[in-house]
């Protein structure tokens, strides 16, 4: 019998209050070390604040969480070392090369000066961008940024990945591309990965298990085809909307600043 792999992420009763709004509102869920994990809801729906939570950006209301084994709120340090995000907004200064990114974020995380450039090249080889790294990012096209973003997010070799609409705008062939890499790393080097996406075919193709989240609460948990089978769709897109409802959802309160705050953020804390 094979032995389960232990939780990397591990949230129990987690919640979030902004003055009388109960954005977050007691969750639980983990993420098996090695799975690719989507975490998929409405706009509005607590996807952005639980984000901001596992990251360190945001101090949970009540409950707890564990990353790696480690307290984002006790621990921010050791969580930030043990995990890579790719934003949904871009994040790369575009007046460097893409070499010059990626080596501006060897040094934020201490990696040795001796056989950085070799790891650099390496990760742009696994994008197949090496042969671009001494262009202005600039240049690049949508699904180049994503793909040095990416390159950048594993630099340091994380535990876990963190993928805010990682594909969001692309073109399908760029998208499959992006996955494959992603597919790639969980199963090779067992990379843990949390996702967010609104392309529910997306989700359907690459998550090994879902959970959903609506008016910030769990309202459905499980893999893909058990999600479909429970609310009898034949997708997991009329799935995802039988368990959700039709209405067009607002964007989330303004106390939940977008993501670009959430970036700017992490870079001071850095």
């Known amino acids: 019998m094979t032995a389960a792999k232990p939780d990397m992420i591990t949230v129990r009763d987690l919640t979030k209050t902004f003055g009388d709004f109960r954005a977050v509102d007691q969750i639980s869920f983990s993420v098996p070390a090695g799975k690719i994990f989507g975490f998929l809801g409405p706009n509005g729906a607590g996807k952005t604040t639980t984000i901001k939570m596992l990251t360190t950006i945001l101090k949970p209301s009540g409950g707890t969480i564990l990353v790696d084994g480690h307290d984002p709120v006790a621990s921010p340090h050791e969580v930030r070392r043990s995990i890579g995000i790719v934003f949904q907004d871009p994040s790369l200064d575009d007046e460097l090369t893409a070499f010059e990114n990626m080596e501006l974020h060897a040094v934020l995380y201490g990696l040795p000066r001796e056989g950085r450039r070799e790891k650099i090249d390496e990760f742009l080889r696994f994008v197949e961008l090496l042969d671009r790294r001494d262009d202005i990012v600039e240049k690049f096209s949508g699904g180049m ?5 990416l390159a950048r997010a594993l630099l340091h070799e994380p535990q876990v990945l963190f993928l805010d609409e990682p594909t969001a705008g692309l073109d399908p062939q760029t998208r499959n591309h992006i996955w494959s890499y992603i597919q790639s790393l969980s199963k090779e080097h067992g990379t843990t990965v949390f996702f967010t996406t609104h392309y529910m075919e997306e989700a359907d193709r690459v998550a090994e298990e879902i959970a959903i989240i609506d008016h910030g609460k769990i309202v459905a ?3 893909p085809e058990k999600l479909k089978e429970e609310a009898k769709a034949k997708t997991l897109e009329d799935a995802f909307i039988t368990l959700t ?6 964007e989330e309160a303004s106390a939940l600043d977008s993501m670009r705050n959430m970036r700017k953020m992490w870079k001071k804390r850095r």
């Open 145 to 149: 940024l994503r793909r040095l973003e």
């Open 221 to 223: 948990r499980g893999a």
């Open 245 to 250: 409802g039709h209405s067009i959802r607002e």
